[in-house]
């Protein structure tokens, strides 16, 4: 059974950092696209990265560039999004979720294009 599972996630004060895990099972990430997903009360879930299955390409929603850094080792079966430079407005849900494709493609940052979800981690950036 395919399961993605999100941990990582916490209070942390403006300027901080925080490293989300994604821990993969039931299916060879190879194969995979990964994307991460944040949701914050009252708004759209919005396409934050994603990174291709074998690593080398990777996409990032303008208000994270600079600042968020998605990684993977699919030896580990595992994905990674190194937050830095966290700011209030980064305060959300956060979700990984998987997709049987080599590339990200263009619409990445749509949450239709991703089959396989995990429950989500709590990220709040406050003083």
């Known amino acids: 059974q395919l399961q993605v599972v999100e941990s990582g996630g916490g209070l942390v004060q403006p300027g901080g950092s925080l490293r989300l895990s994604c821990a993969t099972s039931?299916?060879?990430?190879?194969?995979?696209?990964i994307g991460w997903f944040r949701q914050a009360p009252g708004k759209e879930r919005e396409g934050v990265s994603c990174i291709s299955s074998g690593g080398g390409s990777t996409n990032y929603v303008d208000s994270v560039k600079g600042r968020f850094t998605v990684s993977r080792d699919n030896a580990k079966n595992m994905v990674y999004l190194q937050m830095n430079s966290l700011k209030p407005e980064d305060t959300a849900v956060y979700y990984c979720?998987?997709?049987?494709?080599?590339?990200?493609?263009?619409?990445?940052?749509?949450?239709?294009?991703?089959?396989?979800w995990g429950q989500g981690t709590q990220v709040t950036v406050s003083s």
């Open positions: 039931g299916f060879t990430l190879d194969y995979y696209v």
């Open positions: 979720a998987a997709d049987v494709r080599p590339w990200c493609g263009s619409n990445w940052y749509k949450a239709d294009g991703f089959g396989s």
